[in-house]
């Protein structure tokens, strides 16, 4: 896309960068605050968009869907659930799961020409 003499490329992050979130580890978030699966999904998406654009930090947003819930999360439960946003030591069930691939679209605009 060219704009003003400038030049961009655009890589869409929901499912070019990132695989979409698996069922599994929305049933390990559901099952991680005790509630099934279909009662969890609503509140944990509806403040997520927030969330990812850092509107919310971790312990806001938790707090937001265990409200939702008609739950309380104590301080260890939503700092455990912040946790799972992190990769690494199988404890990662968060949405954010990078594609083994996408590093080599990152270079794909430079190989047609575009400057870097």
């Given at each position: ?83 799972r946003a992190l990769p690494g030591e199988g404890r990662h069930t968060d949405f954010v799961q990078g594609r083994p691939d996408w590093a080599s679209l990152a270079g794909e605009p430079r190989r047609l020409g575009q400057p870097a």
């Amino acid at each position: 896309m060219t704009a003003a003499g400038s030049t961009w490329v655009v890589f869409d992050y929901g499912g070019v960068i990132c695989t979409p979130q698996p069922d599994e580890d929305v049933a390990a978030l559901a099952a991680a605050v005790g509630v099934p699966v279909p009662d969890f999904q609503g509140p944990y998406w509806a403040y997520r968009l927030s969330y990812d654009r850092a509107e919310l930090d971790g312990t806001t947003y938790w707090h937001k869907v265990a409200a939702a819930l008609g739950l309380s999360f104590a301080a260890a439960q939503v700092a455990e659930l912040v946790l799972r946003a992190l990769p690494g030591e199988g404890r990662h069930t968060d949405f954010v799961q990078g594609r083994p691939d996408w590093a080599s679209l990152a270079g794909e605009p430079r190989r047609l020409g575009q400057p870097a």
